[in-house]
T-cell receptor, first 112, second 112 residues
Framework: EAQVTQNPRYLITVTGKKLTVTCSQN?????MSWYRQDPGLGLRQIYY???????DKGDVPEGYKVSRKEKRNFPLILESPSPNQTSLYFC???????????FGDGTRLSIL | QKEVEQDPGPLSVPEGAIVSLNCTYS??????FMWYRQYSRKGPELLMY????GNKEDGRFTAQVDKSSKYISLFIRDSQPSDSATYLC????????????FGAGTRLFVKA
């Protein structure tokens, strides 16, 4: 089954404790992206990757890091999480950047 | 002003009604247009994808794009309680590369 898998689905943690949200896709997609979804603001892009070893900032990259060492994986790293990063996060992928994206089921992060 | 404007609702209709969901946009560089459906605790899933003005039909769903008015619509015929979800419009613009911009979403409730 074609899918985008995120882990964990839920996480409650404390300010400053580094965390990583993993994302994996099995569709051989070149383009991958991370979004955060907040009430009234919709989906905002954090980082994206056009292909292996090619990443770039989206609209709200501050406080986040990403890497793309393999085509299928695109982890999101919060080096020093803060409460304003409490949100619902989605990983997405598509064959190319001008194609509709497939989304994972989301990771709900709460930073206390 | 946001690039993509979408009424957040909520929109409540009786089962069997025709539903009309709309988005307006200001950027003439948008080339591709999509509608996603998002159920609670799930990621957005693609419903419709089009790149030209006019109508595209898929079962009970019709997507309409009017590039001259910068306006897109999604019509749902014979609405069902299972259609209750948040509907996101999305548009892809070409700016060097390609970038997807999402509306904030409209919450729809279909009452049995």
């Amino acid at each position: 089954e074609a899918q985008v898998t995120q882990n964990p689905r839920y996480l409650i943690t404390v300010t400053g404790k580094k965390l990583t949200v993993t994302c994996s896709q099995n569709m051989n997609h070149e383009y991958m992206s991370w979004y955060r979804q907040d009430p009234g603001l919709g989906l905002r892009q954090i980082y994206y990757s056009m292909n292996v070893e090619v990443t770039d900032k989206g609209d709200v990259p501050e406080g986040y890091k990403v890497s793309r060492k393999e085509k299928r994986n695109f982890p999101l790293i919060l080096e020093s999480p803060s409460p304003n990063q409490t949100s619902l996060y989605f990983c997405a992928s598509s064959l190319t950047s001008n194609q509709p994206q497939h989304f994972g089921d989301g990771t709900r992060l709460s930073i206390l | 002003q946001k690039e993509v404007e979408q009424d957040p609702g909520p929109l409540s209709v009786p089962e069997g009604a025709i539903v009309s969901l709309n988005c307006t946009y200001s950027n003439s560089a948008f080339q591709y247009f999509m509608w996603y459906r998002q159920y609670s605790r799930k990621g957005p899933e693609l419903l419709m994808y089009t790149y030209s003005s006019g109508n595209k039909e898929d079962g009970r769903f019709t997507a309409q794009v009017d590039k001259s008015s910068k306006y897109i619509s999604l019509f749902i015929r014979d609405s069902q309680p299972s259609d209750s979800a948040t509907y996101l419009c999305a548009m892809i613009e070409r700016t060097g590369g390609f970038k997807t911009i999402f509306g904030a979403g409209t919450r729809l409730f279909v009452k049995a």
